[in-house]
């Protein structure tokens, strides 16, 4: 994947590699985050080399994937965020999804926002794409409240994994 990294007034969003296993592990490890994701952290670090490779694999066969988020002043990885597309999630359909996913000491500061900010960009001027979808368990107030402020509009609920979660639709003010 060629890519130019995106950078927000405090963030790089750059593409990921096999050098973010560890910092995945300490990321999906804690129970926290996986509070409304199925509440299965991960256990062992070949969990997170499973993941990065997954990752990896989307940006060979899809062109894209979600982008390693790094605090710029620093060059601390926070965590993820970013674009990819998702054919599981919803069965009726396939489409380009945002996400982010940040290590709890960075939560409540408004990098997840910003970082889906600098996607949502990313997506519609660079890749033209026409719309972007996003889906949140109805019970992640954080996540429901960022999806809301970069723009997305909600769009009914439907069932994930016997998880009830809202879907959210933007489609690109330039088409």
């Not at 969990?47 to 990065?52: D, F, G, L, N, Y």
């Not at 919803?90 to 996607?119: C, P, V």
């Not at 109805?138 to 429901?144: G, Q």
Request: hydrophobic share 35%; aromatic share 12%.
């Amino acid at each position: 994947m060629k890519f130019k990294p995106l950078e927000t007034k405090r963030l790089i969003l750059r593409p990921i590699t096999t050098e973010d296993i560890q910092d995945f592990f300490e990321l999906d490890s804690n129970p926290k985050v996986h509070l409304f994701l199925g509440n299965q952290p991960v256990k062992t670090i070949e969990e997170s080399e499973a993941m990065v490779a997954n990752i990896l694999e989307q940006y060979k066969t899809n062109g894209l994937g979600r982008l390693a988020v790094v605090k710029k002043h620093t060059g601390e990885f926070m965590g993820w965020s970013g674009l990819k597309y998702e054919k599981n999630v919803r069965k009726e359909f396939n489409y380009y999804d945002i996400g982010y996913r940040l290590k709890e000491q960075f939560w409540g500061q408004g990098y997840a926002t910003e970082a889906a900010i600098a996607s949502l960009n990313y997506g519609f001027k660079d890749l033209q794409l026409k719309h972007i979808g996003a889906a949140a368990d109805i019970n992640h107030i954080a996540s429901n409240t960022i999806l809301k402020n970069i723009g997305m509009q909600p769009s009914g609920t439907f069932k994930f994994e016997d998880t009830l979660c809202n879907w959210y639709d933007i489609k690109n003010p330039a088409m």
